[in-house]
């Protein structure tokens, strides 16, 4: 069974500062890794997509790594803002070809 | 292009009553999943369907049930309501089954009294 572990569970940096996200899950036989924003009461806000055959993802500021071997995936913000205070959540799919499990998520503080 | 749009966004219930959730999926999109939030839980999978045929589920009791109409529109429909399923309900639509990017809608954020 596909287990998601998200560390650390919060995190408070000053404005400006890179930072990495971190993602491990168990089984290491998935179809891709997504990564996700959430604000408060909202729904998921899809970030990147990293596909079981790439290595990393790029958008804006945020890059994310997948070392599948490892079962591991990073997400780096770079010189981050305000507005990036928000909870991340990584998700991959469970064992083979099932549905998303997701982590419980980094929530994340930017302090202006 | 329309995201994914859920109804309502917040509902009010007791217990015993049932209520009803609508997911309306991103245009060209089959597959919609549905999720369950809470802070203690995080998100759980509740089942996932694509082109009208429930293909996974997830561990919850018989009185969490769904379905996909033609359009691929989904609704999720929980009876009997406890206080325990008080939760922000996300429904997730994708082009390809099971392996493809999610793209979620806002939630209903639903309480029972």
């Known amino acids: 069974k596909q287990e998601v572990t998200q560390i650390p569970a919060a995190l408070s940096v000053p404005e400006g500062e890179n930072l990495v996200l971190n993602c491990s899950f168990t089984d290491s036989a998935i179809y891709n890794l997504q990564w996700f924003r959430q604000d408060p009461g909202k729904g998921l806000t899809s970030l990147l997509l990293?596909?079981?055959?790439?290595r990393e993802q790029t958008s804006g500021r945020l890059n994310a790594s997948l070392d599948k071997s490892s079962g591991r995936s990073t997400l780096y913000i770079a010189a981050s803002q305000p507005g990036d205070s928000a909870t991340y959540l990584c998700a991959v799919p469970n064992s083979g070809n099932t549905p998303l499990v997701f982590g419980k998520g980094t929530r994340l503080s930017v302090i202006a | 292009k329309a995201g994914v749009t859920q109804t309502p966004r917040y509902l009010i219930k007791t217990r015993g009553q049932q209520v009803t959730l609508s997911c309306s999926p991103i245009?060209?999109?089959?597959?919609v999943s549905w999720y369950q939030q809470t802070p203690g839980q995080g998100l759980q999978f509740l089942f996932e369907?694509?082109?009208?045929?429930?293909?996974n589920k997830g561990n919850f009791p018989g009185r969490f049930s769904g379905r996909q109409f033609s359009n691929s529109r989904s609704e999720m429909n929980v009876s009997t309501l406890e206080l325990g399923d008080s939760a922000l309900y996300l429904c997730?639509?994708?082009?390809?089954?099971?392996?493809?990017?999610?793209?979620f809608g806002e939630g209903s954020r639903l309480t029972v009294l």
């Open positions: 369907y694509f082109s009208e045929t429930q293909r």
């Open positions: 990293i596909q079981s055959s790439q």
């Open positions: 245009s060209g999109h089959r597959s």
């Open positions: 997730a639509s994708s082009l390809e089954e099971n392996t493809g990017e999610l793209f």
